[in-house]
């Protein structure tokens, strides 16, 4: 297929191994784990200060700029860039094509963010990386890397090396100056934009969509989610600045949606799309949720600019593997008795979409919600539509160091909300609480933040492996 990217190289070795060499997986760990992590450090003033693509442009010119070798998908947004990165690289993947994504934050461990045809990095390849990578950032004038820039490059090269025909590469956070932004692209997506982060990113949504619009680049195609009146005019304004062609979902690009239900598939959504390069009939959302619709139609209007760009796609195949795509920590169901999902929803929109997907798709007597969210989030806007859906709610600490008290939670929700709630010690705690509440046909929903998700998950695993080996016994 004809490439508009640089030709591609054969994988090579970069970085000469040292006396301070990071030789195993732990050790890799270690070395990003000393590093400044935005993620899990409260933002201030003068680490904002500090955001510029000047290191990660360094560092990867340091390593050969590896992401010049193949083509890139770029997805920034608020709400939805990982739903739509997994639905555009299962599409692809079924096409034939080796594709790598890119995508941010993790759940249960950082090799997660980095995956090629769904398979997640090996722990020897994440240390080699990890130690090439590192070599880069000692040398002279590259600076000091943070945490997330580190990862990016590693998903650059790891890429290069192992040779993908496309990678679906997802922001961290904003657009004009998250580390990925310093990638060439074929097509942009722009999920929704909602307030988030507002302390950076700004306080209005317009001020929000100025900073994810940082990702268009001229002649480059953008599928844009719809947005409200203000968003869209700023996405319009920057495109046109910019000299990218934007389209957006409901107008540039034709788009209906039907809710209904099979014995097959149970509660879904069907949706048919027009888009200048491409059209799909009654194509099945694989994922639940009205938010979830609009995010497929991004995706599969990505997939249609970048078949108009030579990309090698089958779309019947696509569709076929559209079908497949699942979501690690999105309205995941880990325990069946009693009925526990976790969903990563970490912001007063996705918490809005969380309630109404789980109110469409989940049926439930009574729900019992388990929440904890980071203290620099809006925590009214989530609480107030966590009282919509919750019959009970529980308070909890995330485990991180940006976590809110949940005291503070509950003082908040009580202004809120005349609804039950109580405040746990530890979610072990929170667990015990809800299991005593409900019933057969009820709901545990935890939710507020990844972090909550990936301790959920690892508390019922061993919870599980602890049950079945006294069973053995």
Not at 190 to 212: C, F, M, P, R, Y
Request: hydrophobic letters at 40%; a positive charge; charged letters at 25%.
């Amino acid at each position: 297929m004809a490439r508009t990217t640089t030709t591609k190289r054969k994988p090579t070795t970069r970085g000469n191994r040292s006396n301070g060499a990071i030789r195993t997986y732990r050790a890799a760990l270690n070395y990003l784990n000393s590093t400044v992590n935005f993620e899990r450090t409260p933002l201030t003033r003068q680490s904002v200060s500090q955001m510029n693509l000047g290191r990660i442009k360094r560092l990867a010119s340091a390593l050969g700029n590896p992401q010049n070798s193949y083509r890139i998908a770029h997805v920034a947004g608020t709400k939805g860039k990982g739903s739509t990165v997994a639905m555009l690289t299962e599409m692809l993947k079924a096409c034939g094509l080796k594709v790598g994504t890119y995508t941010s934050p993790h759940v249960m461990h950082v090799r997660e963010r980095i995956a090629i045809n769904g398979e997640d990095i090996s722990e020897s390849q994440f240390a080699k990386l990890m130690n090439d990578v590192a070599t880069a950032a000692s040398k002279p004038r590259v600076g000091t890397p943070t945490y997330f820039e580190l990862l990016t490059a590693a998903a650059f090269l790891h890429f290069e090396r192992e040779e993908v025909d496309i990678a679906v590469i997802e922001t961290g956070m904003g657009g004009r100056l998250d580390a990925t932004n310093i990638v060439k692209p074929d097509v942009v997506g722009i999920t929704s934009v909602n307030l988030d982060h507002t302390g950076i990113l700004g306080e209005t949504l317009e001020a929000i969509a100025v900073e994810k619009a940082g990702v268009f680049k001229p002649d480059i195609t953008v599928v844009a989610s719809p947005q409200t009146e203000g968003v869209t005019k700023v996405l319009r304004q920057q495109a046109e600045e910019v000299g990218c062609p934007i389209q957006f979902v409901g107008k540039e690009i034709g788009f209906s949606c039907r809710f209904e239900s099979s014995r097959a598939l149970g509660p879904h959504t069907r949706i048919c799309l027009t888009s200048p390069h491409g059209h799909f009939e009654h194509v099945h959302s694989p994922l639940c949720g009205d938010h979830q619709s609009l995010n497929c139609a991004v995706a599969l209007g990505m997939l249609a600019v970048l078949k108009s760009r030579g990309v090698a796609i089958d779309e019947a195949k696509a569709i076929e593997g559209l079908s497949k795509t699942k979501m690690q920590g999105r309205m995941e169901m880990i325990s069946d008795d009693p009925r526990i999902m976790v969903d990563g929803a970490h912001n007063a929109a996705s918490v809005d979409a969380l309630m109404r997907a789980i109110g469409q798709n989940v049926p439930y007597d009574s729900m019992v919600i388990i929440f904890g969210c980071q203290k620099d989030k809006d925590i009214s806007g989530m609480l107030r539509h966590i009282r919509l859906g919750a019959d009970k709610i529980i308070f909890v600490g995330t485990g991180a160091p940006r976590s809110a008290d949940p005291q503070d939670l509950a003082a908040t929700f009580s202004d809120v909300s005349h609804k039950m709630f109580q405040v746990a010690d530890d979610l072990d705690d929170a667990l015990s609480i809800a299991d005593r509440a409900v019933g057969r046909d009820d709901l545990i929903c935890i939710t507020g933040s990844f972090q909550l998700v990936a301790r959920a998950k690892r508390l019922i695993a061993a919870k599980k492996a602890e049950l079945e080996a006294a069973i053995q016994a």
